[in-house]
């Protein structure tokens, strides 16, 4: 079956939410607080200034990513985004695709560059594909993540010209 | 005269916008919209997460910071800080004793660590000034900033431990 993604839409809310609330109560990938209630999770991902695509297989939504600036003023054609996949979903490409479309999407709108600000080294197959799709680490944070299983570990930037 | 860092309250709100108002009107070393209104400024350097202080000098305020967790959940042991200096109180160490001030107050605060996310290149003082109080360069972001006179410039990502 196909992999569509498209804008969200406001009928998605809820799919979604259901994708990211699990993420961000895990807190092992986002640096995020871990107890944000349903509101606080959806203040987080449908922030103003976050544009909200969906990943859908089949009708069925399966991921979702945001795309925003990732600072005003002088930093503002820099361009930002967060993926998640639903567990059911993994290893069919969904984020491949869905960092590919935010690629595109930004390029669009006129950003020159995207930038990873705080990719958990643990998360070796996220930083290993966005290694893939272009991205360099162009910065190690020392232990600027505590994981809830591996203790103390290092963040990543990570950042590629459009 | 003795230089005084102190927190800040409601009676030196005025006071310190009118130290920030120009510095981001300027655009050169926040990576802010540079056309934010009076609220606008108000609403971002004193946000609720932000803890305020000034620096004053004689009783009149010649510098103001804040504090904050950089990130939420698993990086929310990792302190962030703004530093502006009134341009008549330049060379006087302000910078350096706001910044001194910032580290006792984050570790006393129980931050393991201080980043500052977007130093940009051109602002050499403020480069020299982070790195003799310990920081170092841990990411350079190429051109990720847009700076008014200078075009596009690298920014870097500073770190240190507390």
Same mark, same amino acid.
């Given at each position: 079956?196909?992999?569509?993604?498209?804008?969200?839409?406001?009928?998605?809310?809820?799919?979604?939410?259901?994708?990211?609330?699990?993420?961000?109560?895990?807190?092992?990938?986002?640096?995020?607080?871990?107890? *944000? @209630?349903? $509101?606080?999770?959806? +203040? &987080?991902?449908? /922030?103003?200034?976050?544009? #909200?695509?969906?990943?859908?297989? %089949?009708?069925?939504?399966?991921?979702?990513?945001?795309?925003?600036?990732?600072?005003?003023?002088?930093?503002?054609?820099?361009?930002?985004?967060?993926?998640?996949?639903?567990?059911?979903?993994?290893?069919?490409?969904?984020?491949?695709?869905?960092?590919?479309?935010? *690629? @595109?999407? $930004?390029?669009?709108? +006129? &950003?020159?560059? /995207?930038?990873?600000?705080? #990719?958990?080294?643990?998360?070796? %197959?996220?930083?290993?594909?966005?290694?893939?799709?272009?991205?360099?680490?162009?910065?190690?944070?020392?232990?600027?993540?505590?994981?809830?299983?591996?203790?103390?570990?290092?963040?990543?930037?990570?950042?590629?010209?459009?």
């Amino acid at each position: 079956m196909t992999l569509v993604i498209r804008p969200a839409a406001d009928v998605d809310r809820a799919a979604i939410l259901a994708i990211v609330a699990p993420v961000l109560a895990a807190g092992e990938t986002y640096a995020i607080d871990r107890d *944000l @209630d349903a $509101a606080g999770i959806a +203040g &987080f991902w449908f /922030m103003p200034r976050h544009e #909200v695509f969906v990943a859908e297989i %089949g009708g069925r939504i399966v991921g979702t990513y945001y795309l925003q600036p990732n600072q005003g003023g002088g930093g503002a054609h820099v361009a930002n985004c967060g993926y998640i996949t639903a567990p059911e979903a993994r290893g069919r490409g969904v984020a491949r695709a869905m960092c590919l479309h935010s *690629l @595109d999407r $930004a390029r669009r709108r +006129g &950003f020159r560059a /995207m930038q990873f600000n705080h #990719v958990v080294s643990t998360n070796r %197959g996220a930083v290993a594909l966005w290694q893939k799709l272009g991205f360099s680490i162009v910065g190690t944070l020392p232990e600027a993540f505590h994981h809830p299983l591996h203790g103390y570990v290092d963040a990543y930037v990570m950042f590629r010209a459009l």
